[in-house]
């Protein structure tokens, strides 16, 4: 009977040691997913600060310095404008989202929304950014026409060989911080993974 009672009390022993294991595990895990939640909102924020500096020169720009009269040259600075105002739209909706990922949750629960959020992430940084992009140069070409009348040739085409550099040096730039923030939220994911088979 006591031999019975020691080992009983040996595997209650045993048990609470792996509760603290588990729970310092889990614990760490907890950390190091809040660490990447705060890189990825700084990264979010980031984002608006650029566009939103972006659109507030693109308007100046259209407003103060050159502001055009062609109507083609109207709707092209529009689709420009319009496709920034959308980009950041979509960077607060993100925010959102990432907010919503409530950790409270049951784990599970909270893993099939951090699924849903980076496939979110995903479908912003391929297709949609690349949709804005496209139309953004588009709006662009539209102004040509009416810059070309107003500066000549040689400064519209060395404004445009300048878009078309820097713009391949931005795209470079944001490619890599796109693929960090990216992984990120997939070390989330698999931390949260981690946490659900404990």
Known sequence: MNKDFEQLQDLWEQSKEDIAVT??????YATL??????????????????????LVVIVTFFIFIAPVRELVSRIGAGIMIFGLILRILIE?????????????LNALSNLEESIK???????????????????????LLM?????QYYLGTLPVIIFYGMFVISGAIIIWKIRKQIKQELLDIQEIINLKKQITTH
């Open 23 to 28: 729970d310092q595990t889990t614990s760490g």
């Open 33 to 54: 997913i809040d660490s990447k939640k705060l890189k990825s909102k700084q990264f979010h924020f980031g984002n608006i600060f650029v566009l939103l500096l972006t």
């Open 92 to 104: 607060f909706y993100s925010i959102r989202k990432a907010r919503q990922l409530n950790p409270a």
């Open 117 to 139: 959020y980076l496939k979110l992430r995903k479908w912003i940084h391929k297709e949609l950014t690349i949709g804005i992009l496209i139309s953004y140069t588009i709006g």
């Open 143 to 147: 102004i040509a026409p009416e810059f």
